[in-house]
Every structure is written in structure tokens, then in C-alpha cells.
């Protein structure tokens, strides 16, 4: 995939007729429902951070470049949060619960950690009540997913495990499962939804509507999580990586804001396509447990 060092905030406009080349990988902003750093591998300095910051952290961007992420955190967690970022397995550390000072409390955050060029990124979002765990609870839940589809025979019974145990568990109104054919052409071959949604069920979706680019960067991230297609995308300043000389890679962001053909097109067709694809009829924070739960999935041709 060619690489094109400008983000999508300073391209000309994005039409149909050049979302194929489209820097999507490098959009230079992030959905707003979290906040983003990116930090000095070394010395953990802020060198970039999403405009947002005074929303979630309560203090402007430009008080917080150049100054040490340990300076937002409780002096007894530096050591744990330092560790988490040295680490080379993210896999392993990932994700965190970590709380950061605002201007006069603790704001507590579930947050992942990955690298960007030469900076690691922290990726937060809030932690809401429901993010609390019941473990009983979500272990039987989980086993009883296992089960549902090791008692499977079939591709298609399958197909249709999978669909109602991610909806079971993620809570989602309608979740498809999508299969590309040799040619890129999508088929929804699997579905479970809510009475309230409308069913794309056995719909075809041609080649186009998920360009090449696209692909390419969902078989790098398996994971793609919009709340609402309606936001508004909380720009990263700078712009520019001061180690770099250029913006960021967001490929691995769970952050990462999305091309505006694409949102529109959501907003056009409530239609979200992709390889296993979780709908909600209203906006919807998605919990980390679903994302997380997900990841440790990979998606496999069959």
C-alpha cells in the first residue's frame, strides 16, 4: 500500500471518485468519545494529544504537550503505567484501568497501548459503571458461547453461533457475518438482529463499497468500533510528529476517525460492512470487554 504522509484533514476534498487513494491510515484525528497521546518511547514526554483533552482531562492540549504522562497520574501507579508502556507485548498488556488527575480529581480511564512510528500511543476512553466485571458471570457466559459453537457441525450452523453468541454477549441490535467472494463482492450470510432492525440477511455489497486501502488496513486491525456516525473528529496536535516530520499512522488505533465518504455512507445506508459487523439502533459506547473479547478471535477464511 503506497504510503501518503498527509492526513485526510489537509487532503482536497474526498469524493467517490478518490477515496480508493485516500490516506485512511493517516486521517489525523480521532472520534471524540476518547483521548489520545502519543508519548516519547524513552521518556514518556506528551509529543502529540487530541484536541479533546480538555473534555476528558480537563485541561487544555497546549498545558500538556511536553510535559511527562507520569505528571497526570497517581505517584503509586507510575511504576505499573511505565512497565505497561516498555512492554513489547501488547497482546499481553493490554487493556489497562489506569486513573489520571483533572483539575481537582481522579477521572478514571480503561485505556490500550501500541506504537506508532517511534512514539507509543495510549488510546482512553472513560470508564463507565457497566464496565465492572462480574467474573462468574462472564465466565459462564463466555463458556456457554464455546460450547454453543463447538456443538456445531456444519459451516452454516457455525456461521449462526457466532453471530447470535456475539450478540448475546455484546448486546448489539443486529450483528452480520460477511463473506467476500473471489472478487471482493461481500454476501451477508448470517445474521442475528432485534425485531426493531431491518435485516440485510443473503445481501450482496459490490467490491467498491470497501475499497482496496480498506481492506488492506482490516487485515492489520481486526477490529473497527464506531459510536456514532454522526461525530464530530477531535483533531492531533500537532499535526506533524515533532521525532518524525510527518502525521501519525493510526492503523492500529481504536480511536482513529474514518474517511467522511464513509460516514456518510453509514449515514446514508446504515450500513457498516465488514468482515463480522455489529449494528446498534441508537449511539452506543462500545464496552472494552466487547472489543477485547473479539480480538483474541482472529478472523479466518473458510
Not at 511504576?79 to 484501568?97: E, V
Not at 506504537?115 to 495510549?122: K, M
Request: proline share 7%.
Amino acid at each position: 500500500m503506497q504510503d501518503n504522509h498527509s492526513p485526510i484533514s489537509s487532503c482536497h476534498k474526498v469524493d467517490l471518485d478518490n477515496c480508493s487513494t485516500e490516506p485512511i491510515h493517516r486521517p489525523g484525528s480521532i472520534q471524540p468519545h476518547g483521548v489520545f497521546l502519543a508519548l516519547d518511547a524513552t521518556s514518556g514526554v506528551i509529543l502529540q494529544i487530541s484536541e479533546n483533552c480538555q473534555e476528558h482531562l480537563e485541561r487544555p492540549a497546549e498545558s500538556l504537550l511536553g510535559q511527562s504522562i507520569e505528571s497526570l497520574t497517581p505517584a503509586e501507579a507510575n511504576g505499573l503505567l511505565q512497565a505497561a508502556l516498555q512492554s513489547d507485548n501488547w497482546r499481553k498488556t493490554n487493556p489497562i484501568a489506569r486513573a489520571f488527575h483533572t483539575t481537582d480529581s481522579l477521572k478514571f480511564f480503561n485505556g490500550i497501548i501500541h506504537r506508532s512510528d517511534v512514539s507509543v500511543i495510549l488510546e482512553l476512553e472513560p470508564k463507565a459503571h457497566q464496565d465492572m466485571i462480574d467474573f462468574p458471570s462472564y465466565y459462564h457466559n463466555v463458556r456457554e458461547s464455546i460450547l454453543s459453537l463447538q456443538n456445531t457441525r456444519t459451516i452454516d450452523e457455525a456461521c449462526a453461533a457466532v453471530v447470535a453468541q456475539v450478540r448475546r454477549l455484546c448486546g448489539y441490535d443486529r450483528v452480520d457475518l460477511y463473506k467476500f467472494d473471489a472478487d471482493w463482492n461481500g454476501n451477508v450470510i448470517a445474521e442475528s438482529r432485534s425485531s426493531t432492525m431491518d435485516s440485510y440477511l443473503y445481501q450482496r455489497f459490490p467490491a467498491g463499497d470497501i475499497p482496496e486501502r480498506a481492506r488492506r488496513l482490516y487485515a492489520l486491525n481486526w477490529l473497527r468500533l464506531i459510536v456514532t456516525a454522526d461525530y464530530v473528529p477531535s483533531r492531533i496536535v500537532p499535526e506533524n510528529n515533532p521525532r518524525t516530520g510527518r502525521p501519525l499512522d493510526l492503523s492500529f488505533s481504536t480511536l482513529r476517525s474514518f474517511s467522511p465518504v464513509h460516514l456518510q455512507y453509514l449515514r446514508a445506508q446504515s450500513q457498516n460492512p465488514g468482515a463480522l459487523v455489529f449494528h446498534h439502533g441508537t449511539e452506543r459506547a462500545h464496552g472494552w470487554t466487547d472489543g477485547f473479547a473479539l480480538s483474541m478471535c482472529p478472523p479466518r477464511p473458510f
